[in-house]
């Protein structure tokens, strides 16, 4: 599959400010513009001002279950892919969970690799 250039990625993480400017530096360095919220709802704010073509949660940021989340995304940003990011340890019903509600599911740490091939869904 063609690899779909990507312009922004939109980070909501709570937790772990240093993973998280990491990542952000590393899409900086391939020319990825990040937007950063601190939790979904401050990620809501973000989605109305600007566009995206990825979204990646922290799996401990989401407070409704992954098909109200999924839900509450595509009306804001719709057709926007929508990632996860989970612990190694996370267990399997909960990580299908997330994919059955439309999230592709990452393990940290995420890499900018991982993020461009979820945006062009491969």
């Known amino acids: 599959m063609k690899e779909v250039p990507m312009n922004r990625v939109l980070v909501i993480d709570q937790d772990s400010t240093t993973t998280t400017r990491t990542l952000g530096l590393a899409c900086l360095q391939r020319g990825i513009g990040v937007a950063f919220a601190d939790s ?3 990620g809501v704010r973000v989605l109305l001002e600007t566009v995206v073509d ?3 949660v ?3 940021a989401l407070r409704l279950t992954p ?3 999924a839900t509450l995304f595509e009306r804001v940003a719709p057709g926007v892919p929508l990632a996860v990011a989970v612990r190694p340890e996370s267990p399997l019903d909960s990580r299908v969970a997330l994919e059955l509600a439309g999230f592709r ?3 940290k740490p995420v890499t900018v ?4 091939e979820k945006a062009s869904g491969v």
């Open 58 to 60: 922290d799996v401990a």
């Open 54 to 56: 990825l979204v990646l």
């Open 67 to 69: 098909r109200e989340m």
């Open 40 to 42: 979904v709802c401050e």
């Open 105 to 107: 599911v990452l393990t």
């Open 113 to 116: 690799e991982e993020l461009v």
